[in-house]
């Protein structure tokens, strides 16, 4: 797997697509936050705190993730290397866990600097100091489950299709899904909304942004993640076979 991992790492900043990865999300975020006039600029909300940041992240990470993960498979089907990979020494779960940790790894070093953003809320407070550092932290680490599922998902979906645009396509609609659509349809129906909102990503991740990290929480990001790596493991077997 660590083969597969620093191939996947020397990939990503061995031309231009991680370092746009890690621009596009700063720079939309920063746009957002501090720059365009709106309900997200934290300049403008009389608020020392960052849930800006983390109500329009996974909106971005949306789109970003899926860009990211869609070559992860389908790259390797239109070159035809694909058969190739499967015949190394190592098995199918080392092939998708080296993939998707490498693209886990490249978002997670576009968040790092966001911390900076925690730094100048510390300083704006009044007075200075006076932000909730357990929502904060709380919803980072929300994020960061948010995003291996995210990842997970991207990974899965390259596998189905050799067209990086169509896999991009697939990947983007089934986060959209996880995130959001368990919450629109929960918000039609009163009598079960609660229990189908529980199904959905964002009633996970606003739980953990609340600074309290529930084990049911994590345990629910790890099952997506794990689900659909499996997904992943078993698409690549039926190549094989």
Same mark, same amino acid.
């Given at each position: ?9 020397? /990939? *990503? ?10 621009? &596009? ?28 940041? *983390? ?21 390797? @089907? ?16 080392? &092939?998708?866990?080296?993939? *998707? ?33 357990? /929502?904060?932290?709380? =919803? ?81 990001? &790890? =099952?997506?993640?794990?689900? *659909?790596? /499996?997904?992943?493991?078993? @698409?690549?077997? /039926?190549?094989?076979?």
């Amino acid at each position: 797997m660590k083969s597969i991992l620093l191939r996947e790492i020397k /990939s *990503f900043f061995g031309s231009p697509i991680g370092y746009l990865v890690i621009a &596009i999300f700063l720079l939309l975020n920063g746009l957002f936050l501090w720059v365009f006039e709106g309900e997200y600029n934290i300049l403008n909300s009389g608020f020392a705190d960052l849930s800006p940041f *983390f109500t329009i992240s996974p909106w971005i990470l949306i789109f970003l993730i899926p860009a990211v993960t869609m070559r992860s498979f389908s790259d390797e @089907k239109k070159q035809g290397t694909i058969e190739l990979l499967m015949t190394k020494p190592i098995s199918v779960w080392e &092939i998708v866990g080296g993939k *998707f940790f490498g693209a886990l790894l490249l978002i997670v070093i576009a968040i790092i600097p966001t911390f900076i953003y925690v730094y100048v809320i510390h300083g704006l407070g009044m007075p200075v100091g006076n932000i909730d550092m357990g /929502s904060t932290m709380g =919803s980072y680490f929300g994020l960061l489950f948010l995003i291996a599922g995210y990842t997970a998902v991207g990974v899965f979906t390259s596998t189905l299709s050799e067209n990086q645009i169509v896999a991009f396509i697939v990947s983007v609609f089934l986060c959209f899904i996880l995130y959001f659509g368990f919450q629109g349809v929960a918000s039609q129906f009163k009598d079960f909304g609660d229990l189908i909102a529980y199904f959905g990503m964002d009633f996970h991740f606003k739980s953990m942004s609340r600074g309290v990290i529930d084990t049911r929480d994590v345990m629910y990001f &790890i =099952s997506i993640t794990i689900l *659909f790596l /499996s997904l992943t493991v078993y @698409k690549l077997k /039926s190549l094989k076979s």
